[in-house]
Every structure is written in structure tokens, then in C-alpha cells.
């Protein structure tokens, strides 16, 4: 009991609570490998802002597939929360228990400080739920699909038209669904999630099967909803966009975190060399291995790789042989995070 | 070192010095910021000692959730007050949902076909057939005219085939086309009859001297001594088309009833709609009833339609008095079938699989239920498991109120049967059902 010694848990209704009615705590650090600086920093970003979710200890089995196995997170209001892993890593039910869509075999889950298993109606008005871009309603147009939503949540037709301009479908208004493209129904399914305005937004792979160009698209409309001050819980099994979209990504293997921080904390903490890359031969090899404080340098395919983790005397001595056409220089990213963390290569 | 957990409402706006830290596993000298709520239960190094970790969390929420709950208590009703069913969103999900849904159906082309028209072909096809009535009457072959003949032709027990001569009517009773032939020369009339066709010949000379002797009575101008009154029970006219129409439109109502459910779950479940409004705050009644009000709908429309294409002279349709009372008939019915398709589309996995179970048993009870003929003429075996579908008990309603003339006490079984059948079949569908296919 000693360690709840400091919890300033006060009973619904209690004494103290109205006293404590704009004070916010920062969430729990539960999970080992999340780097509280970084949250910490966030939330400064974020400002005042209190906790939209709490899972802890999540567990769920299919049969003999451990698909959730102990995942414990907090989310803040407004935060852009990325899951990302590949596919079977266990997301899509994570995401799924804390819908309260499932239930799950052990752990709990607060949304907005209620539990969602079982089903909560006035619950259910404050998220959105991305869906598979096939969940409409038959034959009705993106307006008409759009309404019916929103009218399921009571909200007026208002909305529908602000949705369809956020997520660029105003256009496509009156066309029917099965006469969208891939990439305009995966936005008009996201959509439907935003139509009644609700405060946390759950999206499962919104990018999944896009090609580049309607992926960069759908970046923009997140950016969007972002800005609008919404929670969003994502998953992915795109580490780039990741990378680019979320203010802290818990990355997921076999139906565990394996790290939890903001995405550049981890590509830093992971300290890994950076990459220069040249033509080969625009410099001669022993010159550049010479060079303090480079690591390796490999020659491959017509291109010369030199890792290390101070760059600038090697761009320096680059620079000086004259060999600065055709430069790549390569961070490490969340793909050598997924390396490090899981022992290989990182598989979409 | 101390540890910088906050109180924002007492140390004011947070000022963050942000150090970017390596990434560190399970790290000892993890910073300090660290709340404790009662469900991380973890110790300062994160790691959660065993003892803790079997335990259960609370049932109440994280203290920083408390905080949370608290203020979305400032901004919205308390969750009780939220829970109180509000009738005036009711209506609007419910109205909303009956619309999408018919324009939906209504711009399925291929639906409306099987929907309405479809089923209108076992209407037209079945009243072609059973068109001519003659098939149950007798054909006898006529020569001449009198009164003889006037008065048989009035009586329409046999049809009348005009000859040119007493020679070929003859030889078309040698030939067994027809059993008897009729020659009628001023006041004489000769009747000849092949005795190879015993039944029909013996029909066709009773009634042959009935009208003679009748013809002779009235000419005699004496008032008959027993006076005979015939009347038969069902509407004088019933003929193949009387009952063809209750029984395809029965046939029609249900198929679609049974098929617009089955296929709604079946499709919605794959398309994860259902998971849409599992997830959005309408109770799964306004889901079912705004499609059970499509079905009622579709139902009322089939029904216009058939009796619309079975009035027309070429089948002679004629409705009895309380005719309208098919309407409840109807809205029973389509609640059974209803429920029938919502019981597939608990278990069925894809349309296919639903539409095919759906299909076997809209036709098997079809055939079993008379649909196509006169239940009353079928084996005494068929009667009896035929009281056991649901689909009897429509044709049976809709045969009664629509042709044969009766009342409300015409419904009387057929609706309490149906309704049994609805709630005992909705209930085991209700415990069958699942939102989602995982």
C-alpha cells in the first residue's frame, strides 16, 4: 500500500474534488521503456492538457496466440499516439479492447475515465472509429453516408458538410461510394469517424493499400484533425509516417511494447551512426577510412558508404577532395529502431 | 532531484527543461517524473514487483483519471442522465437508418427485380396455366340450338363445343375426344355418349335430362313441387387465380422478408457496418425495426402489385368484401419471416451461404404449404406438417380476408400463430447473434 501513498486518487464525488477540478496530473509512466523526459517535453508542448487514456496490463489470447500480451500505455488529450509493428503484432486488437469493441482476458482500460467494456452509450458519443473503407451504408452517396452517421449520434447535417471539406471529399459530395477511389474511401471512412465531433479518434491503418501520393494526401487530413485539437490513437505499419505524423509512437512486436517515446528520441537514443553516402571512386577509400571518427566504410554497388557518428570531419574532408556531387547523407530512422529492438529487419 | 511532479493549479504554467535522453530499457536511473496510481502499481525502476503483478486493478479509475473525470463532468451531463433513453434521437437514428436503408434497396436494380418482379412471374405463369377452368369441367359437343341448349350453357357445369353436323359430333365422341355429344333438332334431342368414359358419360346424363325435365316443367307452366337451391360455399367464382394470387404473394412476402434480413446482417457484419453501429450510441431495436419497416414496406408494395397484375381480365382477380384486412396479415407475416432471416444471418457467414439457406427453405415451405394449390386438396399428410410453418398460416390468412370472403375471426389463428413464431424465433436469434465475425 505504501506505494499509493502519493496517489491522489479521490473517490468520485469525494471531499476534495471540487478543489481539484482544473488540476491535471501527468500520466503514470507505466511502461519501463518510455522515455519520460521525452513525455515530459511533449506535454510541456502540449500544455495543459489531461490523460484521454489509460491501458494497463492489457492481455488478450486467440487460442494459442498470445495476440495482446501485457500492454500498458496513457494516452494524453490531444496527443497523436502512434502503434506501430507489423502486421500480427497485435494493434489491431489492442486498438479493438480499448474501443471496447472486446473484451479483454486481464488488464483494464479508462477511456476519458470510464471503462468502455461493456458498451457505453454516452461513451461511444465522445470516439470515432475509423473503419475498414468497406463499412458503408449501400448504394448511398458520400453525402448521404455521411448524414446517416451523423444522425446515428443525433448531430445535424452541419457537420457531415465540415467533415467532407476537412477531408477533401466536398466534390465528391454527391457520388456514391462504390464509385470512390481507394484512397477517397479510406478518407471518407475517416470521415465518418470525425461526424459527430467526438474528442478521441481511433484510426487502424488508415494508410494501409494507398498508393504514395493518396497516402501523403491522407497525411495532410490528419495533420487536419490534429489541429483541431482531437486525441488520436493510430496504428501503422508505415515507420516513416509514423515517424513524420506522431508526437510519440509505441512501437509493438509479438503483442508487446517494445519502446515507447517520441519518435526522434528514439532514432537519438538509439545513437546510431550516420550514413554518408558518394559515388564510389569520387574519393579514394583509405583517404575517407583515415578520416577521426568514422566507423566503417563499405563500397558496394557503385556507391560508397561511410558510417559515423561525427559527421562533420567527414563532410569536411569530402568537401576538401572535391566529392560533394552526388551526397546522401542518411540519419538513422525508426526502421534501424525496429532493427535494434527486434534483432531484424523490419518486415511491412 | 526532487521529483517535479506538478500541480499545475498551485506551481502555475510548467516549465519544462527538456534533455534528450538515450533510449533506455528498463533503465535504473530512469527520471524522476513518475505519478503512481493504484493500476500501474509499478515501482520507481518500472519494473513491477511478482507479488503485484497477479493482482487485479481497481475497479475504480487512476487518480489521474479522477482529475479527468472531474472535468468532463464540467462538460457534460452526468453519464446517468446520458444513459436515460432519449426518444427524440430514437426517432431521428430510426429515421434516418429507414431512409438510407430504402434508398439502398431502391437503387439495387437487380434487387428490386428479384424483389418484386420475380416473384410476379409464379403469379403469371400459375394463372396461365390454371386459366381455363375447363380443365375440371366437362367438354361435350353441341349441334343446333333451342332452349335445351340456352339452359345448359347457363347452368356452365359443361363447356359447349359448337359442331356442323350430327355425323361429326359423333365421330368426335368415337374418337374419345370428347364423352358425349348433343343433337338438338327442334324438340328432339338425342344425346349419344361413349360408355368406354363411364363417369363422365353418367355426369353428363344427369345433367343433360336435369335441364330437360326442367325445360319441360317450365313450358308446362306448373311451379315445381321440390324446389332445389345449389349454392357453392366458396365465392361462385373461384377459380385457379382465387387462390394462386394469396398463395405466390405469401410465397413473395416471405422470400423477401426472410432474404432482406438474412442478407442485411450477413453483408453488414463482412462490411463491419455492424461494428459502425455497434460503436455508435443506437440500440441494436432501432437497427431492426428501421429494416423491418422496409420489409413491411416491400411487403405492402408486393401485394399492390400482385392484386394490380391478377385484376387484370386475363386472370379476373375478384377480392371479397374485408379484403383489406390483408394489410395486418401482411405486417404479421413479414414479422415472422423477419425474424426467420434474422436467425440465418446469426450464424451465416457470407451472403452466399445465407442467401442459398434462405432460398432451400422459402421453397421447401412453399411446396409444403400451399402456396400453389389448394392446401385442402393435398394428402391429409401434408396438411398436418404444413401446420407447422409459418407459411401456411399466411396463405391461409390472406386466402380467407382476400377471397374467400371472411372477417377479422378469419385472422384470428394465423395471427396468434405467427406471433408465437416471431418472438420464440427472434428470442433464440437474439442469443445467437454476433456483431462481428472474429
Known amino acids: 500500500?505504501?506505494?499509493?501513498?502519493?496517489?491522489?486518487?479521490?473517490?468520485?464525488?469525494?471531499?476534495?474534488?471540487?478543489?481539484?477540478?482544473?488540476?491535471?496530473?501527468?500520466?503514470?509512466?507505466?511502461?519501463?521503456?518510455?522515455?519520460?523526459?521525452?513525455?515530459?517535453?511533449?506535454?510541456?508542448?502540449?500544455?495543459?492538457?489531461?490523460?484521454?487514456?489509460?491501458?494497463?496490463?492489457?492481455?488478450?489470447?486467440?487460442?494459442?496466440?498470445?495476440?495482446?500480451?501485457?500492454?500498458?500505455?496513457?494516452?494524453?488529450?490531444?496527443?497523436?499516439?502512434?502503434i506501430l509493428g507489423p502486421n500480427g503484432a497485435g494493434k489491431t486488437t489492442t486498438l479493438e479492447i480499448i474501443e471496447g469493441l472486446r473484451e479483454p482476458d486481464s488488464g483494464s482500460v479508462w477511456l476519458l475515465g470510464h471503462r468502455p467494456w461493456p458498451r457505453k452509450k454516452h461513451l461511444l458519443r465522445r470516439i470515432g472509429v475509423q473503419l475498414q473503407a468497406s463499412s458503408f451504408f449501400e448504394r448511398l452517396t458520400v453525402k448521404e453516408q455521411l448524414e446517416t452517421v451523423a444522425s446515428l449520434y443525433g448531430v445535424g447535417r452541419g457537420t457531415a458538410a465540415d467533415m467532407l471539406e476537412l477531408v477533401g471529399l466536398t466534390e465528391k459530395a454527391d457520388t456514391r461510394e462504390n464509385k470512390l477511389s481507394g484512397g477517397q474511401r479510406q478518407r471518407l471512412s475517416i470521415a465518418c469517424a470525425l461526424a459527430h465531433d467526438p474528442d478521441i479518434v481511433f484510426l487502424d491503418e488508415p494508410t494501409a493499400a494507398l498508393d504514395p501520393q493518396a497516402r501523403r494526401n491522407l497525411w495532410d487530413v490528419l495533420r487536419a484533425i490534429r489541429e483541431r485539437g482531437k486525441t488520436i490513437v493510430y496504428t501503422t505499419h508505415h515507420l516513416d509516417?509514423?515517424?513524420?505524423?506522431?508526437?510519440?509512437?509505441?512501437?509493438m512486436d509479438h503483442g508487446q511494447i517494445l519502446a515507447m517515446a517520441p519518435p526522434a528520441d528514439l532514432v537519438r537514443g538509439l545513437a546510431a551512426p550516420t550514413r554518408v553516402l558518394v559515388p564510389a571512386g569520387a574519393v579514394p577509400l583509405e583517404r575517407v577510412r583515415s578520416v577521426p571518427g568514422v566507423d566503417e566504410v563499405a563500397e558496394e554497388a557503385g556507391t560508397l558508404t561511410v558510417s559515423t557518428r561525427t559527421p562533420a570531419p567527414v563532410l569536411a574532408t569530402l568537401a576538401q577532395q572535391g566529392a560533394l556531387d552526388g551526397l546522401q547523407v542518411r540519419s538513422a530512422t525508426l526502421e534501424d529502431v525496429f532493427l535494434h529492438l527486434t534483432g531484424r529487419r523490419y518486415r511491412a | 532531484m526532487s521529483a517535479p511532479r506538478r500541480d499545475r493549479r498551485r506551481d502555475g504554467p510548467p516549465e519544462y527543461v527538456w534533455v534528450p535522453s538515450p533510449l533506455v530499457h528498463a533503465a535504473s536511473d530512469q527520471p524522476t517524473v513518475r505519478m503512481r496510481h493504484p493500476a500501474a502499481s509499478s515501482t520507481s525502476n518500472g519494473v513491477v514487483p511478482d507479488g503485484v503483478r497477479s493482482l487485479e486493478p481497481p475497479e475504480a479509475p487512476p487518480p489521474s483519471t479522477t482529475d479527468l473525470s472531474s472535468r468532463i463532468q464540467q462538460r457534460t451531463p452526468p453519464p446517468e442522465a446520458e444513459e436515460q433513453p432519449d426518444n427524440g434521437a430514437w426517432i431521428n437514428s430510426f429515421r434516418s437508418l429507414s431512409a438510407a436503408m430504402a434508398k439502398g434497396f431502391a437503387r439495387d436494380k437487380v434487387g428490386v427485380f428479384f424483389t418484386f418482379l420475380f416473384p410476379l412471374m409464379f403469379l403469371v405463369v400459375f394463372g396461365l396455366l390454371f386459366r381455363d377452368d375447363s380443365a375440371t369441367k366437362t367438354r361435350i359437343a353441341v349441334v343446333g340450338d333451342g332452349p335445351v341448349v340456352a339452359a345448359l350453357q347457363r347452368a356452365g357445369a359443361v363447356d359447349l363445343e359448337r359442331m356442323g353436323s350430327a355425323t361429326e359430333a359423333v365421330a368426335k365422341v368415337q374418337r374419345g375426344d370428347v364423352p358425349a355429344a348433343l343433337v338438338v333438332n327442334g324438340n328432339a334431342v338425342q344425346l349419344r355418349f361413349a360408355a368406354s368414359n363411364q363417369t363422365e358419360a353418367t355426369t353428363v346424363q344427369g345433367l343433360v335430362g336435369g335441364v330437360v325435365d326442367k325445360v319441360n316443367l317450365a313450358s308446362s307452366g306448373r311451379p315445381p313441387a321440390v324446389k332445389l337451391d345449389s349454392r357453392q360455399v366458396e365465392d361462385s367464382s373461384l377459380k385457379a387465380i382465387q387462390f394462386i394470387t394469396p398463395g405466390t404473394l405469401s410465397l413473395a412476402v416471405s422470400s423477401s422478408a426472410i432474404l432482406g434480413a438474412t442478407l442485411t446482417l450477413v453483408s453488414w457484419r463482412r462490411k463491419q457496418v455492424l461494428r459502425r453501429l455497434r460503436l455508435a450510441p443506437v440500440s441494436v431495436a432501432t437497427v431492426l425495426t428501421s429494416r423491418l419497416l422496409l420489409s413491411i414496406g416491400i411487403a405492402v408494395v408486393q401485394a399492390a402489385l400482385f392484386i394490380g397484375v391478377a385484376s387484370a381480365p386475363v386472370f379476373g382477380l375478384r377480392l371479397s368484401g374485408q379484403w383489406y384486412l390483408a394489410l395486418p396479415m401482411l405486417v404479421v407475416g413479414t414479422l415472422a419471416f423477419f425474424s426467420i432471416g434474422m436467425l440465418i444471418g446469426s450464424f451465416a457467414k457470407t451472403e452466399e451461404s445465407a442467401g442459398a439457406l434462405a432460398n432451400l427453405l422459402v421453397l421447401t415451405m412453399g411446396f409444403l404449404?400451399?402456396?400453389?394449390?389448394?392446401?385442402?386438396?393435398?394428402?391429409?399428410?401434408?396438411?398436418?406438417?404444413?401446420?407447422?410453418?409459418?407459411?401456411?398460416?399466411?396463405?391461409?390468412?390472406?386466402?380467407?380476408?382476400?377471397?374467400?370472403?371472411?372477417?377479422v375471426e378469419a385472422l384470428t389463428v394465423p395471427v396468434v400463430a405467427l406471433l408465437l413464431f416471431a418472438i420464440v424465433v427472434a428470442l433464440i436469434a437474439s442469443q445467437l447473434f454476433v456483431w462481428d465475425d472474429a
Request: aromatic letters at 8%; hydrophobic letters at 35%.
Open chain 2, 369 to 407: 404449404s400451399g402456396t400453389f394449390f389448394p392446401i385442402e386438396k393435398a394428402p391429409e399428410w401434408l396438411q398436418t406438417v404444413s401446420k407447422l410453418l409459418p407459411l401456411r398460416y399466411l396463405v391461409d390468412g390472406l386466402l380467407g380476408v382476400m377471397v374467400r370472403g371472411q372477417g
Open chain 1, 241 to 251: 509516417e509514423a515517424e513524420e505524423l506522431c508526437d510519440r509512437v509505441a512501437i
Open chain 1, 1 to 82: 500500500m505504501e506505494q499509493f501513498a502519493e496517489s491522489r486518487y479521490v473517490r468520485p464525488g469525494g471531499p476534495n474534488e471540487q478543489g481539484r477540478g482544473r488540476s491535471v496530473s501527468l500520466p503514470a509512466n507505466i511502461c519501463p521503456t518510455d522515455g519520460a523526459m521525452g513525455y515530459r517535453a511533449h506535454m510541456s508542448r502540449l500544455g495543459d492538457a489531461g490523460t484521454a487514456i489509460i491501458v494497463h496490463e492489457l492481455r488478450k489470447r486467440y487460442g494459442n496466440h498470445q495476440a495482446v500480451d501485457g500492454v500498458s500505455f496513457t494516452v494524453a488529450e490531444g496527443e497523436f499516439f502512434g
